[in-house]
Protein backbone atom coordinates (compact mmCIF):
# COMPACT_ATOMS: atom_id res chain seq x y z
CA UNK A 1 0.00 0.00 0.00
CA UNK A 2 1.15 3.16 -0.81
CA UNK A 3 1.57 5.62 2.09
CA UNK A 4 3.03 8.65 3.22
CA UNK A 5 3.42 9.41 6.58
CA UNK A 6 4.02 13.13 8.08
CA UNK A 7 5.80 13.21 12.02
CA UNK A 8 7.32 16.02 13.73
CA UNK A 9 4.72 17.67 14.55
CA UNK A 10 4.03 19.25 18.22
CA UNK A 11 3.79 22.21 20.40
CA UNK A 12 6.00 24.85 20.40
CA UNK A 13 6.17 28.25 21.80
CA UNK A 14 6.50 31.30 19.40
CA UNK A 15 9.93 31.67 17.87
CA UNK A 16 10.80 28.35 18.27
CA UNK A 17 11.21 25.37 15.51
CA UNK A 18 10.29 22.23 14.05
CA UNK A 19 11.25 19.64 11.58
CA UNK A 20 8.46 17.82 10.04
CA UNK A 21 8.99 15.09 8.46
CA UNK A 22 6.87 13.15 4.99
CA UNK A 23 8.12 9.73 4.44
CA UNK A 24 7.16 7.29 1.72
CA UNK A 25 6.08 3.76 1.99
CA UNK A 26 5.47 1.54 -0.24
CA UNK A 27 6.75 3.35 -3.22
CA UNK A 28 9.83 5.39 -3.71
CA UNK A 29 9.37 9.28 -3.77
CA UNK A 30 12.28 9.67 -6.72
CA UNK A 31 9.46 10.32 -9.36
CA UNK A 32 7.17 12.64 -7.40
CA UNK A 33 7.25 16.28 -6.56
CA UNK A 34 6.34 16.75 -2.86
CA UNK A 35 3.86 19.72 -1.48
CA UNK A 36 3.70 20.56 1.94
CA UNK A 37 -0.08 21.51 3.25
CA UNK A 38 -1.59 22.90 5.90
CA UNK A 39 -5.81 23.87 7.27
CA UNK A 40 -5.92 25.39 10.72
CA UNK A 41 -9.25 25.49 12.13
CA UNK A 42 -12.16 27.01 10.33
CA UNK A 43 -9.95 27.70 7.25
CA UNK A 44 -9.04 26.40 3.63
CA UNK A 45 -6.73 24.01 3.52
CA UNK A 46 -3.36 26.04 1.46
CA UNK A 47 -0.13 25.13 0.03
CA UNK A 48 2.96 26.10 2.11
CA UNK A 49 6.00 24.72 0.06
CA UNK A 50 7.08 22.41 -2.59
CA UNK A 51 10.18 20.58 -4.26
CA UNK A 52 10.90 18.58 -7.38
CA UNK A 53 12.07 15.59 -7.81
CA UNK A 54 15.40 16.52 -7.84
CA UNK A 55 15.17 18.90 -4.88
CA UNK A 56 16.96 21.47 -7.14
CA UNK A 57 13.57 23.70 -7.49
CA UNK A 58 11.81 24.44 -4.26
CA UNK A 59 8.75 27.42 -3.71
CA UNK A 60 7.19 28.50 -0.41
CA UNK A 61 3.85 30.72 0.17
CA UNK A 62 4.86 34.45 1.09
CA UNK A 63 4.13 33.83 4.65
CA UNK A 64 6.34 31.25 5.13
CA UNK A 65 9.15 32.91 2.84
CA UNK A 66 12.46 32.81 4.48
CA UNK A 67 11.37 31.30 7.83
CA UNK A 68 10.59 27.74 6.10
CA UNK A 69 12.86 25.38 4.47
CA UNK A 70 11.78 22.27 2.28
CA UNK A 71 14.56 19.52 1.33
CA UNK A 72 14.22 15.69 0.52
CA UNK A 73 16.83 12.74 0.99
CA UNK A 74 15.73 10.62 -2.06
CA UNK A 75 17.69 7.68 -0.26
CA UNK A 76 15.52 7.87 2.88
CA UNK A 77 12.43 8.19 0.72
CA UNK A 78 11.63 11.19 3.13
CA UNK A 79 10.85 15.16 2.15
CA UNK A 80 11.57 17.30 5.16
CA UNK A 81 9.81 21.01 6.45
CA UNK A 82 12.06 22.72 8.64
CA UNK A 83 9.82 24.92 10.35
CA UNK A 84 11.98 28.39 11.88
CA UNK A 85 10.58 31.59 13.58
CA UNK A 86 7.05 30.11 14.35
CA UNK A 87 4.15 32.37 15.04
CA UNK A 88 0.58 31.54 15.87
CA UNK A 89 -0.88 31.86 13.01
CA UNK A 90 1.23 29.02 11.89
CA UNK A 91 -0.66 26.71 14.24
CA UNK A 92 -2.32 24.12 11.87
CA UNK A 93 -2.75 20.27 10.82
CA UNK A 94 0.35 19.62 8.10
CA UNK A 95 -0.24 17.61 5.65
CA UNK A 96 2.09 16.44 2.40
CA UNK A 97 1.21 15.07 -0.70
CA UNK A 98 2.94 13.99 -4.09
CA UNK A 99 2.29 14.85 -7.10
CA UNK A 100 2.98 12.90 -10.57
CA UNK A 101 5.47 16.32 -11.67
CA UNK A 102 8.61 15.09 -13.72
CA UNK A 103 9.53 18.57 -14.61
CA UNK A 104 12.35 20.03 -12.82
CA UNK A 105 10.74 23.49 -12.35
CA UNK A 106 7.82 23.78 -9.67
CA UNK A 107 5.57 26.17 -8.39
CA UNK A 108 3.43 26.24 -5.62
CA UNK A 109 0.40 27.47 -7.32
CA UNK A 110 0.56 24.53 -10.18
CA UNK A 111 1.37 21.95 -7.47
CA UNK A 112 -1.04 23.22 -4.94
CA UNK A 113 -3.72 23.61 -7.20
CA UNK A 114 -4.14 20.18 -9.31
CA UNK A 115 -4.96 16.67 -7.95
CA UNK A 116 -2.55 14.99 -6.11
CA UNK A 117 -2.02 11.18 -6.18
CA UNK A 118 -0.74 10.53 -2.54
CA UNK A 119 -1.80 12.06 0.94
CA UNK A 120 -0.52 11.68 4.22
CA UNK A 121 -2.82 11.63 7.01
CA UNK A 122 -1.46 14.64 8.56
CA UNK A 123 0.33 16.24 11.94
CA UNK A 124 -0.54 19.03 14.03
CA UNK A 125 1.42 21.90 14.64
CA UNK A 126 0.36 23.97 18.09
CA UNK A 127 2.46 27.47 18.50
CA UNK A 128 1.53 28.68 21.60
CA UNK A 129 3.15 30.07 24.78
Known amino acids: QWQLVESGGGLVQPGGSLRLSCAAS????????IVWFRQAPGKEREGVSCISISGGDTDYADSVQGRFTISRDNLKNTVYLQMNSLKPEDTAVYYC??????????????????????WGQGTLVTVSS
Open 97 to 118: AAAAWVLPEVTLYELSTRPLEI
Open 26 to 33: GFTLDYYA
